[in-house]
């Protein structure tokens, strides 16, 4: 997505006087949300699947969702939603359990594969680094 065009979805959204706006182009997408009536535009890539198998410790999770990347774990798409995955929820493959934000980039995650979710191993806003657990799955 081209920058005169992200400019131009802001610009819609500001006159427009609408609360959100998600656009998807192929794997790209964008998200422009006007909280407390400002602007503020919020680019998303593309889900990014990580999960690996639990370490040994664990004991009863079968796998982890695991960071594809360093940034900042949030377990919900904006601090007022309700967050994507709580304990003993069911999580399906592709479904988004989180977002890490990294380099101003909000990057979906999604699971690999199905489970119960046992765990959430960070807090929200938590920084994270590449590989680290996120999410068991039991």
Known sequence: M??????????LVEESG????????????IRIARPGGGATPVALQPAAPALQPAP???GSAAA???????GTFYAASAPEAEP???VGDRVEVGQVVCIIESMKMMNEI???HAGVCSEILLDNGQAVESGQALIALG
């Open 84 to 86: 994507f995955v709580r």
């Open 64 to 70: 982890v969702v695991a960071a594809p990347m360093a």
């Open 18 to 29: 609408i609360a959100e706006l998600e656009v998807r182009d192929g794997d790209e997408a």
């Open 56 to 58: 040994p410790s664990r």
């Open 110 to 112: 999604t699971a690999e």
């Open 2 to 11: 081209d920058l005169r065009k992200i400019k131009k979805l802001i610009e």
